[in-house]
């Protein structure tokens, strides 16, 4: 079983479901050549998935394409069903930062036959975590830099100010679907910038005020 780790805490919270927003900032939606949302896009990640900063994601060998994704993340402290905007603010008690790494090519060709994106989104190592700040120690201003680089160079810079969905919108509409659970984890979608990285690259991945991520591909 996996635990979330918190900064100035030492609360033991199994980590719960990773729900994870797709094409949440517009400019990524277009370099997928996707088209930009009506609605979020869901889907899921197991708490198996998750690593933390510092240890190493393994390239799985039946991917050529392995991308990263820097993001937002959401932590949620108490179970929620059909939130309102003020339960779900109040549910989302800390952020950290996370990256959602994915297998390229394998998406793209599940997204051509139309089939589930599950095996391009969920694999040991698939989802690097840090520490969770509380709301109490931080409240986010919303437009705070999230930025990667790969080797020293930058590959991902934006705001969250630039987010179609926002938190609170987010979890309104995954509570009416499905009952968040104290241990859950939202992954709120990437910025523009995605790309590959191969065995021996380095990662940075930074949340102003929030944390900072360092991992290597192996
Ligand atoms: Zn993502």
Known sequence: MKYLKFKNSSEQIPIGKLV???RNYAAHAKE????VPEFPIIFLKPASNVIYSG??????????NLHHEVELVLYIGEDIKNATDITAERAIQG?????????RDLQFEFK????????????????VLTDV???????LKGDENISLSVNGTLRQNSSIRNMIFSPVEIVKF?????????????????PEGVGSVV?????????????KITTQIE
Not at 55 to 64: A, C, D, G, L
Not at 133 to 139: H, P
């Open 32 to 35: 997928l050549g996707s088209e």
């Open 112 to 127: 051509e036959k139309g089939d589930p994106w599950t095996l391009a989104k969920c694999f040991d190592t698939a989802a």
């Open 55 to 64: 240890e190493s994601v393994v390239h799985p060998s039946h991917s050529k």
């Open 174 to 190: 995954i509570s009416a679907r499905m009952t968040l659970e104290k241990g859950d984890l939202i992954f709120t979608g990437t």
């Open 95 to 103: 952020y950290t930062v996370g990256l959602d790494m994915t297998l």
């Open 199 to 211: 065995q021996g690259d380095k990662i940075e991945a930074s949340l102003e005020n929030i944390g």
């Open 20 to 22: 994870c927003v797709g």
């Open 133 to 139: 700040v509380l709301k109490k120690d931080y409240q």
